[in-house]
């Protein structure tokens, strides 16, 4: 049974940055796909960004075109973490971040993925 743990979070002001980070335990993160979702208060949990498993420098991306040029994932599989980098944070971004595991290396084609972590609430505000 796989656990992700989201870490990194915290209020922050418009135009700032901030590190997300995603731990798994109980499986390695290294040969899966993974990705990163966000949850507005009283809105649906939508897609942000994706790492796969494989391709050059540690796996090919994807990310929602509002994220696109300010937000970066990546993996370190030597410490068996993901992150993501958020630059430019607009007031619009504050939620809680998810981050998630797919059961296979390659990026979802639907984007839906098995397994979850807690979240962990990012809030933007002046």
């Known amino acids: 049974q796989v656990q992700l743990v989201e870490s990194g979070g915290g209020l922050v002001k418009p135009g700032g940055s901030l590190t997300l980070s995603c731990t798994a335990s109980?499986?390695?993160?290294?040969?899966?796909?993974m990705g990163w979702f966000l949850q507005a208060p009283g809105k649906e949990r939508e897609f942000v960004a994706a790492?796969?498993?494989?391709?050059?420098?540690?796996?090919?991306?994807d990310y929602a075109d509002f994220v696109k040029g300010r937000f970066t994932i990546s993996r370190d599989n030597v410490k068996n973490t993901m992150y993501l980098q958020m630059n430019s944070l607009k007031p619009e971004d504050t939620a809680v971040y998810y981050c998630?595991?797919?059961?296979?290396?390659?990026?979802?084609?639907?984007?839906?993925?098995?397994?979850w972590g807690q979240g962990n609430q990012v809030t933007v505000s002046s």
């Open positions: 998630a595991q797919y059961d296979h290396s390659w990026l979802p084609p639907s984007r839906e993925y098995q397994h």
């Open positions: 109980g499986r390695t993160l290294t040969t899966y796909a």
């Open positions: 790492i796969s498993a494989i391709g050059a420098s540690g796996g090919n991306t």
